[in-house]
Structures are given as C-alpha cells and as structure tokens.
C-alpha cells in the first residue's frame, strides 16, 4: 500500500538511494518506495571551516553524494536514473560537527562532549533529477534540510564505555544510534525521530509535494481541528493540479477522526475541478472549514509583509543589533539612549523586532537572537547588514512607484530619485560617492553569504582562468581562488567600482590570483579567459543586451570554454516565490527581468554555448553551467 501518494509519483521513476545506510533504507522502504541502493564513493571531507552553518555543510555533503553517483552511472550504463537521492547526517554541539567515530576513544569523546546536554541533529538532502542529452548528465538539484534537537541524560563513564563496547556507536554520527541501544541515552527529542536516525520522512515527502503537486501558494495553510494539532500537510493530493488532468484520480481517506487537509479556505478537500479528494460530500466539508477559517491568514501575512520588513530595516539603520552584540540584555531606555530615539518609540520597535524573532526580550532587557549576531550586526562575518540598507534606502522608494512600473512597464527611478537613468548604474547606482558605496556593500553582502553555493554548485577544477564580469568586490573571486587552487580570476568591473575595492578586501588572505580589471562589458574589451563568470548580471538587462554580451563572450570563447551564471530561475509553478517578487523588483529599478531555466537554455544555445546544466539551490541564487561548442 502507498499510504502517502506522493510516494506514488516515483513509482514510474528509476529511483536510486546513494546511500549505504540501512537505516535510510529501511525509513524508504517502509514509507513504500522502490528504489536501487547504489552506494556513494564520494569522500565526506569538505573544509567544514568553509560554511556559514552546520546544514550547509549536510546539505553540501549530501548533494556531492548523490552527484558522484548520478555521474558514476550515467558513465556506465550510458544513461542515469530519473532521480538519485543523497542525505548526510551530522551531530553538532559546542559550534563542532560530530560525524562517525573513527575508533572507540573518538566515540567516547563525542559521548562525553553530548553528555548530559542538548545537540543538534541536521540530515541534509538531496533530491537530483537526472536526464542525459548527447551522454552528457543534466541536473536539477533539490535540496533541504531538517533539525531535531536531542538532550542526553547525565550519564556514567561506565555507561558510556559499556555502550561503546556494544559496537552501536561505530557507524553512526555522533556515536550513538537513538533508535536502539543508544534510546535509553536520550532524555528528551524535539522535532522528527527519523530525522535522527538518518532520514528526515515527513520533511521529504513535503518537499515531493513541492516538487509534483505545487499548490497556490495560497491554498497552504494551517487547519486546526478540535483534536489535531495546526499542521501543514501532504497527505490530501490531486493529481489534477492547475486543471491539467494527469493520470487518474488519487483520492485518499485518511481513518479515523484525525483526516485533515490543506486547502484554499472554503474548498478544504476539493481539488481544482471540484472533486472531492477526501471522498467526504463537499458541502459538510466547506461548511466546517468557513467557520474554521473566518480569518484569511495569508492575506493578513501579506498585509503585514512590509510593516516587518520596514522593521527590520529601521532596527539596522538604527545600528540596534550592533548595539546589542555581545550584550546580555538592554532596557528599551538604554537603547533609546543610544541611538538618539525616543523611548517610546524604541520600545515599540524593539517589541516589533522580538515578535519576528530578531530579538529576545526578558524581563532584565532586550539582546539579540542567533539570527540577528549572525545577520543582522553590521561587521559580522555574514552580514546582510549592506544588502538591508540596500533594500531600504533604494529598493523600498522604487517599490513606492510600482503600481506606475506596472501601468508604464519600466523602472522608476525618474520617480523616486529625480533621474533619468539613460545609463543605468552611472546614473541610480555610482552617481555619488554615498550611492556608490551603499550598492558596493550590498553586492558585498550578499555576494559573501551566497558565494560558497555559487562556487561549488559544480566542480569547476577543469578551468585555469576565470573572468568575473561584474564581479564588483571580488567577493566571489576570494571563494573560487579558495575552492580552486589553481584558478586565477580577473574580477572585471566598471571603472566607479574598481577604484573602491580595496575596503573590501580581507585581511591575511593570499589574493595574488585575484586581479582588478576596469572596463565596460558592453563597450570595452573584456579580458581573455577559461571560464566566464556572469553572476546576477543578466537580470539587469533586456534581451538585446544580453545577446550582445553573449555574443561578445561567445567569440572569445575557444572549445569547451565554460560560462557560469548565477540567477534566480522563474519556475512555471510560481513556487519560488522569492524569484518572482526579484523579476518585480528588476521592474521597477532596472532594464531587466528574471528568467525561467527555458529562457536561459534558449539565450545560451543561440550564442553556442552546450550542455546547459542548472542547480536549483533553494536558496537565493541558483546557478548555470554551459560549454562553449
Ligand atoms: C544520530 C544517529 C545517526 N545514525 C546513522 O549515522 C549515519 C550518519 O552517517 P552518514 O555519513 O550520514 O551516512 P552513512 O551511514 O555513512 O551512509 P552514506 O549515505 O552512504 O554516506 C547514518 O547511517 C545514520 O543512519 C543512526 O543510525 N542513528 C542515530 O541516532
């Protein structure tokens, strides 16, 4: 039986789990999925120094597996399976990264560190969807993950060491097993068991929801019953999404009292074409849910959407969150006190920002959350601080206009800032010394915390040079000449840009395989190179100057020159909400627009560019591979 009919979706699909544990094995098989088991041969040593968190280094893990193993077998069956799963599972406690104990005496060192304290457990996960087009293997990469955090008891030496000696903790990171001997260790676990056992369930078969039955984005939301807790669900599926018909109907009845559904409000269980796909009448169903659901809460979200944001951006402009690093609490006076604000209003403010979790609030004061230290406080290592003031001081007046972008299809700047932007960064972005550096930092920012993902989103070793064009800061070139020993790159930037790098770069870090060239993509020459690095470039232009540049790009490519893009890629389901709303945002402050992996596959091959492979990262940017023909 296929309990949930997602599973179902893979039943046609060669499916391989790249993975050698029977654990992740068992989880899948028991949820009903069929699959090949093909071992990864990838080795699990990725510089964890290198990432900004725990789960991007699972995460990372992950996709490396099951991408060794798409690859593996597309070289030796000359095609790969349609989708290759990868997970990796790790342990963190005190800032380190547990994996599998090497010996016994590391396995009691993991013990004794998790000894009577709470550890996190993140299993990272990779979904790759496999095609083949002239033997070369084309990818989509899905990938997410999910924590569970555990408490151990205090436990004995003696505790420890005969658990150590049952052989349990060898396999296993963290050294323990939770689903077997290593249970009685543990006195508590918040969040989903399997996921610590090495294979999150629920969240994977949400996020298949995601991948085949994309709802609305309205029609997901949380649906209390009497005795049910408020939960988003993937169980009530319809294969008849977005009026398409596919193949029959998936109607599925949940026993006893406990069936629940996700739906637009009023159609709880009725899919599209109004069937009933809880197979309860309709009526009883609408009925129970109007009353359930008076209060259209995605609407108020959005209605809420610019009141946080503005929030947020008023908490960094007033430094609040650097005022607050490294403090144990602030009363609102003090705060206020500080920033030259009146208490009132900073109270307020300081409640609005505890309420969206930027801050913590006690009876003692108010301090910072992990998000806020790590994000939020201007000089920290992957600070957002330069992309908020970005959104607020440029991005937030243009929004203002957009209902004229939309009636007169184009950019506002003339509205909000009094210009003509005949020459679009000339104009909105370098026009003074203040705008220049406040745009500067904003690609610094942003370019930082994605540039690790951008990097290694593909194995780029085969590349001797690199021309990053609009590269700005050279945040992107510090990574690859990181990931790539051999690599040198020419960062290549307008000349307003060029002259002011030198505040952004790092201290006590070799960057003689960096080199600053200034010039105009469009007008100059651009520097000679292996691989051609456009990283959110071609949003900013319509398709006539896109085609120029690729074309320029194209002729000084020699055979099996790379181009490497990094964009937000629409998607037809309109799931990637984020992407969309960037297309808005290139409306109203630029000539350009986001576009789908079609239109980007398309732009590519007309310019000879070949074997166009896409990592979809689920996070800000997601990356393009081709190969000049
Ligand atoms: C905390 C915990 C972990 N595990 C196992 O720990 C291994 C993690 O290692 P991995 O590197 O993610 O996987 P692997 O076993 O090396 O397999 P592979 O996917 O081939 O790399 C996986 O087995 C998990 O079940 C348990 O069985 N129970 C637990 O409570």
């Not at 087009?133 to 151990?152: C, G, I, P, R, S």
């Not at 969309?580 to 079609?598: A, H, I």
């Not at 091959?605 to 081709?626: A, K, M, P, W």
Request: aromatic letters at 8%; a negative charge; charged letters at 25%.
């Amino acid at each position: 039986m296929v309990l949930c009919p997602v599973i179902r979706k893979l039943v046609s699909k060669r499916v391989v789990l790249a993975s050698a544990s029977p654990r992740r094995q068992e989880i899948l098989s028991s949820a009903g999925l069929r699959f090949e088991v093909v071992p990864s041969r990838f080795k699990e040593t990725l510089d964890k120094t290198s990432f900004s968190a725990p789960y991007e280094y699972a995460m990372e893990t992950a996709k490396q597996k099951a991408l060794e193993v798409a690859n593996r077998m597309n070289v030796k069956d000359f095609r790969p399976p349609d989708v290759v799963i990868g997970a990796d599972t790790i342990v963190t406690v005190d800032g380190l990264i547990l994996e599998k104990p090497a010996d016994k005496q590391d396995a009691y060192n993991m013990l004794s560190r998790l000894n009577g304290k709470v550890h996190s457990v993140f299993t990272g996960v990779t979904i790759v969807h496999c095609s083949s087009k002239d033997n070369q293997l084309q990818t989509e990469v899905f990938k997410f993950y999910e924590e569970t955090k555990v408490k151990f008891s205090d436990l004995s030496e003696e505790l420890l060491w005969e658990y150590i000696h049952s052989g349990e903790p060898m396999d296993k990171a963290g050294g323990y097993g939770i689903q077997s001997l290593g249970g009685m260790l543990v006195e508590y676990v918040h969040g989903d068991f399997l996921n610590v056992v090495g294979f999150p369930l629920n969240h994977f078969c949400k996020k298949l929801v995601e991948l085949y039955y994309p709802p609305p984005r309205d029609a997901i939301h949380h649906v209390k019953y009497d005795s049910v807790p408020s939960v988003e669900t993937f169980e009530v599926l319809s294969d008849e999404e977005h009026g398409s018909s596919t193949q029959g109907n998936l109607t599925i009845k949940l026993e006893g009292d406990n069936a629940f559904s996700s739906g637009a409000p009023g159609s709880l269980g009725k899919n599209k074409i109004g069937q009933d796909v809880m197979g309860e009448p309709v009526e009883k169903c609408s009925g129970d849910m109007e009353s359930l659901t008076k209060f259209p809460s995605t609407l108020v979200e959005l209605l809420d959407g610019f009141k946080a944001s503005k929030a947020m951006f008023v908490a960094c402009k007033l430094k609040v969150f650097d005022l607050l690093k490294g403090k144990a609490h602030l009363k609102a006076k003090d705060v206020a006190d500080h920033i030259s604000a009146s208490v009132c209003g900073t109270e307020r403010l300081l409640d609005s920002c505890t309420a969206l979790q930027l801050l913590k609030k006690t009876n003692q004061g108010y301090s910072n959350t992990e998000l806020a230290d790590k994000y939020l406080v201007s000089d920290s290592e992957y600070s957002l601080h330069g992309y908020i003031m970005h959104a607020n001081d440029h991005v937030w007046p243009l929004f203002t206009h957009l209902e004229s972008a939309v009636k007169e299809g184009t950019n506002q700047n003339h509205r909000a800032f009094g210009k003509n932007t005949q020459d679009l960064f000339q104009d909105s972005y370098y026009h003074s010394m203040e705008t220049k550096l406040r745009f500067m930092n904003a690609m610094h920012s942003i370019m930082k915390l994605t540039a690790r993902g951008v990097a290694t989103a593909f194995d780029l070793s085969r590349f001797r040079s690199a021309c990053d064009l609009g590269g700005c800061t050279g945040a992107l070139a510090q990574v690859l000449i990181q990931e790539y020993p051999h690599l040198k790159v020419t960062v290549f930037d307008l000349p307003d840009v060029i002259e002011n790098v030198s505040g952004f770069q790092p201290t006590g870090q070799d960057t003689s395989r960096i080199t600053f060239t200034s010039g105009d993509f469009f007008k100059d020459n651009i520097p000679e190179a292996d691989l051609y690095i456009l990283s959110r470039v071609l949003h900013d232009w319509p398709d006539d100057k896109i085609n120029a540049l690729l074309s320029k790009i194209s002729d000084l490519c020699t055979p099996g020159s790379g181009l490497l893009l990094s964009e937000m890629v629409l998607d037809d389901k309109k799931r990637n909400r984020s992407a969309w709303l960037q297309s808005l945002n290139m409306l109203v402050q630029t000539e350009g627009k986001e576009r789908s992996s079609y239109e980007y596959r398309c732009l590519l091959e007309q310019h000879g560019f070949r074997n166009v492979e896409i990592v979809q990262t689920g996070s800000l940017l997601d990356i393009i591979l081709c190969t000049k023909c």
